[in-house]
């Protein structure tokens, strides 16, 4: 028997198994591929090339594969299924929050505790104290697997047993991230335009990122107060900073796509008549488009 048993063996995947090995814990892993696997075997890892017996090596079976589908077409096989009774699935494939309640509704169907998580980070941080996983589903099944996950991550946040919060929180966050990205890299284009390099701009932005939190903080307290009529920074102004942009790209000849996206929302948010509201604002523009 092992401790714990990881499907998938990807960057992801391997960075987890690699990290429970280095804690001394006992690894069975199953990998579509089996030559992914090969460096952790030599690491110490048993690698199991059936599934099914990959799953009934361990009382905590780790999925961590490129999509909920994919890790359903493995653990939805019938002999694989036949022997999910009494174990603990943690899912930390990305996925939707309908996905992680499927799977969920699947799991306890199976007669197996389930808890999802969502990993931010990259493959070399896990392992590291500050690396957050959001974690949702059972609590007994949080704690079961508390020790574990512990080693993979120092910075684990249990969002209660909602099984879907973790899939959102971390939804929301890379929206938050790789919006930022696309502003970065409009960023790099304009200093790039200008002759600076790129890369001593990333470490200014990480340098001054605490400060941006901050702003993106009072943006959140201000759209769950639904207050947006004493501004600090108004749509009007900030409106002004994407209309420079446009005209910095028009006048550098750079790519226009970020710059007219901005300007875009901004307008939709005068058009609607919260040109003189905090920026914050803009978030009821985004909850009527789909309605
Ligand atoms: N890498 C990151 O920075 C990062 C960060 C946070 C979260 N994640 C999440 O972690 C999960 C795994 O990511 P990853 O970085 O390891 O790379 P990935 O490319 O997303 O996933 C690779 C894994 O999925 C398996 N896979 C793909 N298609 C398959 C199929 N049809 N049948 C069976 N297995 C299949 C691969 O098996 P084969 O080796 O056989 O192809 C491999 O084990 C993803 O959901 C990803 O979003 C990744």
Same mark, same amino acid.
Not at 52 to 59: E, G, I, L, M, R
Not at 66 to 88: C, F, H, N, P, Q
Not at 139 to 161: D, H, K, M, Q, T
């Given at each position: 028997?092992?401790?714990?048993?990881?499907?998938?063996?990807?960057?992801?995947?391997?960075?987890?198994?690699r990290t429970l090995l280095r804690s001394g814990k006992k690894v069975t892993v199953w990998n579509r591929t089996s030559e992914k696997a090969e460096a952790l075997v030599q690491?110490?890892?048993?690698?199991?090339?059936?599934?099914?017996?990959?799953?009934?090596?361990?009382?905590?079976?780790?999925?961590?594969?490129?999509?909920?589908?994919?890790?359903?077409?493995?653990?939805?096989?019938?002999?694989?299924?036949?022997?999910?009774?009494? *174990?603990?699935?943690? !899912? @930390?494939?990305?996925?939707?929050?309908? +996905?992680?309640?499927? $799977?969920?509704?699947?799991?306890?169907?199976?007669?197996?505790?389930?808890?999802?998580?969502?990993?931010?980070?990259?493959?070399?941080?896990?392992?590291?104290?500050?690396?957050?996983?959001?974690?949702?589903g059972s609590e007994s099944a949080y704690r079961r697997s508390e020790p574990v996950l512990r080693v993979l991550a120092g910075n684990l946040i249990y969002l209660g047993e909602?099984?879907?919060?973790?899939?959102?929180?971390?939804?929301?966050?890379?929206?938050?991230?790789?919006?930022?990205?696309?502003?970065?890299?409009?960023?790099?284009?304009?200093?790039?335009?200008?002759?600076?390099?790129?890369?001593?701009?990333?470490?200014?932005?990480?340098?001054?990122?605490?400060?941006?939190?901050?702003?993106? *903080?009072?943006?959140? !307290? @201000?759209?769950?107060?639904?207050?947006? +009529?004493?501004?600090? $920074?108004?749509?009007?102004?900030?409106?002004?900073?994407?209309?420079?942009?446009?005209?910095?790209?028009?006048?550098?000849?750079?790519?226009?796509?970020?710059?007219?996206?901005?300007?875009?929302?901004?307008?939709?948010?005068?058009?609607?008549?919260?040109?003189?509201?905090?920026?914050?604002?803009?978030?009821?523009?985004?909850?009527?488009?789909?309605?």
């Amino acid at each position: 028997m092992s401790d714990i048993t990881v499907i998938g063996a990807g960057p992801m995947g391997s960075a987890l198994a690699r990290t429970l090995l280095r804690s001394g814990k006992k690894v069975t892993v199953w990998n579509r591929t089996s030559e992914k696997a090969e460096a952790l075997v030599q690491e110490g890892a048993v690698f199991e090339p059936n599934a099914a017996f990959a799953v009934n090596a361990s009382p905590i079976i780790i999925v961590c594969v490129a999509t909920y589908e994919i890790s359903r077409s493995i653990l939805g096989s019938e002999d694989v299924a036949a022997r999910m009774a009494g *174990k603990l699935v943690v !899912e @930390l494939s990305t996925g939707t929050p309908q +996905d992680a309640r499927n $799977s969920e509704a699947w799991a306890h169907e199976q007669g197996a505790d389930y808890l999802d998580g969502a990993i931010m980070a990259t493959p070399p941080q896990i392992g590291m104290p500050d690396t957050p996983i959001f974690l949702s589903g059972s609590e007994s099944a949080y704690r079961r697997s508390e020790p574990v996950l512990r080693v993979l991550a120092g910075n684990l946040i249990y969002l209660g047993e909602s099984v879907g919060s973790a899939s959102a929180w971390d939804l929301a966050a890379l929206s938050t991230l790789f919006g930022s990205m696309f502003g970065f890299f409009h960023g790099a284009r304009i200093l790039e335009s200008e002759g600076h390099r790129v890369d001593t701009f990333g470490s200014m932005i990480a340098d001054i990122s605490p400060v941006f939190g901050q702003m993106i *903080k009072h943006e959140g !307290e @201000l759209i769950q107060s639904e207050t947006y +009529d004493q501004p600090q $920074s108004s749509v009007k102004t900030c409106m002004s900073t994407a209309e420079l942009w446009v005209k910095q790209a028009s006048e550098a000849r750079i790519n226009p796509d970020f710059p007219n996206f901005a300007k875009g929302l901004y307008e939709k948010a005068i058009q609607a008549g919260y040109e003189n509201e905090e920026l914050a604002a803009v978030i009821k523009v985004l909850r009527t488009d789909n309605e």
